[in-house]
């Protein structure tokens, strides 16, 4: 699945020496931190402003992000999850079937229909096959409606692996992270003295 990996290695650019290494580790774990911090609030901002129409919590959820500490100053950012059900994309039931948005513009689905289980999920639904059951149900019988299944449209991982993504978040890490490790720095320096 997609994801973003930030790596960290060396003693930044230019950023002066601190007297403990301990120093050093600590306020690299911080600056990485902060780091992955603002490029999982970019991922969900480039994901809606790709075109993908999700809530901003549903994305976040999504995201999973593992910090750095001072022995290990990598942090991950990793989308998971599963296809999102079409019910979240503003689904609404038409005369020829359902209306979802997913990316960039409304479609119709033809033959689906948005309808709530007993469970109380509500979610875009089609009909598959083509043979109705004859059943007997407490001395009835009657013919079966057909199996129904539920559609899904893409999942998060694939909406930041979007390339146009990637390449922001990229973007992003690259330029913040030499400013913040920089003030990180400067910061662990005023608390010694």
Do not use: C
């Not at 774990?29 to 402003?49: D, G, I, S």
């Not at 950012?77 to 019910?87: E, H, Q, V, Y």
């Not at 559609?151 to 694939?158: E, M, S, T, V, Y």
């Amino acid at each position: 699945m997609g994801g973003l990996l930030i790596r960290v290695g060396g003693q930044g650019g230019g950023a002066p020496l601190l007297p403990s290494s301990r120093d050093v580790a600590r306020a690299m774990a911080r600056a990485v931190n902060k780091t992955a911090l603002q490029a999982r609030t970019a991922a969900v901002r480039e994901v809606r402003a790709v075109g993908y129409n999700l809530k901003a919590s549903t994305i976040r959820k999504a995201l999973a992000l593992r910090r750095a500490n001072p022995k290990q100053p990598v942090a991950t950012l990793k989308a998971t999850g599963r296809p999102i059900p079409l019910a979240e994309y503003s689904a609404k039931q038409t005369r020829a079937g359902a209306s979802v948005r997913v990316k960039n513009g409304r479609k119709t689905i033809k033959h689906a229909f948005v309808a709530t289980m007993e469970s109380g999920h509500t979610g875009v639904f089609m009909r598959v096959g083509k043979a109705h059951k004859r059943v007997t149900k407490n001395g009835k019988t009657y013919w079966s409606g057909l199996p129904i299944r539920e559609l899904f449209g893409p999942a998060i991982p694939d909406a930041v692996g979007n390339e146009a993504v990637k390449k922001q978040l990229a973007h992003l890490v690259d330029s913040k992270f030499p400013a913040i490790l920089d003030h990180e720095i400067k910061w662990a320096e005023s608390k010694r003295k």
